[in-house]
């Protein structure tokens, strides 16, 4: 569909420096260990009201031109269709890893850091390294999935800004629902048999977009959460953990050609939270990276002065 050129490029957002994932000290230890970071199916995020969001938004908009506005046959059946259809989460399938752009944040803290937090801090073009020519070479056991990495900002693995302006989420759901009310009073929908086939074959797209800004959109009140996610399209080998319920993640396992072994995360910094006992903190931490390969003249130890016990 040509519609899909006139929406809003929901990629392009310039790339922050560097980005930084909060955890608790689980978190940090099984990152370490394993060399991966556990990306969640964005339909199993912490706050399931992310996912409802956009689409609050976008029945908004169905409603007032369903009371404001007459149409034709086709875009009247598309309209009343969409309003009391809930969203027809398919089989498409986005996993998501999330990250700050904000260093040393306090909400951060309190949200991930639990008893003792610690953020990770990678570079921002993460996602657009070229880590092709390396990952072919890395040994895998047989049948194992080759390692995710990206080229650029495409399908596959990128870094993508989370917008929380609430007058940039209404105008990209009207920007939508016009152009598909536009196609609906175009002459091509009367060529299909019924109003109905033809309400059929534009519907997957409007739930499509919706679905795709749902995790790239949120509530203004998150904003000083100042978010970044990196996300994978498509299937991966998937795994389970326990959460409110069984919950699917993929692994997102990212090289650094800078590594001393070159098959490193692209790590920068790692930092602990507030805590009571720093300089213990600070030597563990210090301990743990160097034992899984992230020496001090790679990876800086950082320590965080927020006043405050958590």
């Given at each position: 569909?040509?519609?899909?050129?006139?929406?809003?490029?929901?990629?392009?957002?310039?790339l922050p420096t560097a980005v930084?994932?909060?955890?608790?000290?689980?978190?940090?230890?099984?990152?370490?260990?394993?060399?991966?970071?556990?990306?969640?199916?964005?339909?199993?995020?912490?706050?399931?009201?992310?996912?409802?969001?956009?689409?609050?938004?976008?029945?908004?908009?169905?409603?007032?031109?369903?009371?404001?506005?007459?149409?034709?046959?086709?875009?009247?059946?598309?309209l009343e269709y969409v309003s009391?259809?809930?969203?027809?989460?398919?089989?498409?399938?986005?996993?998501?890893?999330?990250?700050?752009?904000?260093?040393?944040?306090?909400?951060?803290?309190?949200?991930?850091?639990?008893?003792?937090?610690?953020?990770?801090?990678?570079?921002?073009?993460?996602?657009?390294?070229?880590?092709?020519?390396?990952?072919?070479?890395?040994?895998?056991?047989?049948?194992?999935?080759?390692?995710?990495?990206?080229?650029?900002?495409?399908?596959?693995?990128?870094?993508?800004?989370?917008?929380?302006?609430?007058?940039?989420?209404?105008?990209?759901?009207?920007?939508?629902?016009?152009?598909?009310?536009?196609?609906?009073?175009?002459?091509?929908?009367?060529?299909?048999a019924s109003t109905q086939e033809?309400?059929?074959?534009?519907?997957?797209?409007?739930?499509?977009?919706?679905?795709?800004?749902?995790?790239?959109?949120?509530?203004?009140?998150?904003?000083?959460?100042?978010?970044?996610?990196?996300?994978?399209?498509?299937?991966?080998?998937?795994?389970?953990?326990?959460?409110?319920?069984?919950?699917?993640?993929?692994?997102?396992?990212?090289?650094?050609?800078?590594?001393?072994?070159?098959?490193?995360?692209?790590?920068?910094?790692?930092?602990?939270?507030?805590?009571?006992?720093?300089?213990?903190?600070?030597?563990?931490?210090?301990?743990?990276?160097?034992?899984?390969?992230?020496?001090?003249?790679?990876?800086?130890?950082?320590?965080?002065?927020?006043?405050?016990?958590?």
């Amino acid at each position: 569909m040509k519609i899909q050129r006139l929406l809003p490029n929901l990629e392009k957002a310039p790339l922050p420096t560097a980005v930084y994932h909060y955890t608790d000290a689980g978190g940090l230890l099984g990152i370490l260990s394993s060399g991966v970071f556990w990306a969640t199916d964005y339909r199993y995020l912490n706050d399931s009201s992310e996912l409802k969001y956009i689409f609050g938004i976008a029945s908004q908009v169905i409603e007032s031109q369903l009371r404001t506005t007459s149409h034709g046959p086709v875009t009247q059946a598309f309209l009343e269709y969409v309003s009391i259809t809930p969203p027809p989460y398919d089989d498409t399938v986005y996993y998501i890893c999330c990250f700050s752009e904000a260093d040393n944040s306090l909400s951060q803290w309190r949200a991930y850091g639990s008893s003792q937090g610690f953020s990770i801090c990678v570079p921002g073009d993460v996602a657009t390294a070229d880590y092709a020519a390396l990952a072919r070479r890395m040994p895998r056991p047989a049948g194992a999935p080759p390692p995710v990495f990206g080229q650029g900002q495409n399908p596959g693995i990128s870094l993508l800004r989370v917008d929380y302006d609430p007058d940039v989420h209404a105008a990209y759901v009207t920007k939508l629902v016009e152009e598909l009310i536009a196609l609906c009073e175009g002459a091509h929908m009367r060529s299909y048999a019924s109003t109905q086939e033809a309400v059929s074959h534009i519907t997957p797209f409007y739930f499509g977009q919706l679905e795709r800004a749902s995790y790239r959109f949120k509530h203004p009140d998150f904003a000083d959460e100042r978010e970044w996610r990196l996300v994978s399209w498509g299937r991966h080998q998937e795994f389970f953990r326990v959460g409110a319920t069984l919950t699917p993640y993929a692994k997102f396992r990212l090289f650094s050609v800078s590594h001393p072994k070159n098959n490193g995360l692209p790590l920068l910094a790692v930092r602990h939270g507030p805590t009571v006992l720093p300089d213990e903190t600070k030597l563990a931490m210090d301990r743990l990276l160097n034992s899984c390969g992230y020496p001090s003249d790679y990876c800086e130890r950082r320590g965080s002065d927020t006043p405050v016990r958590l």
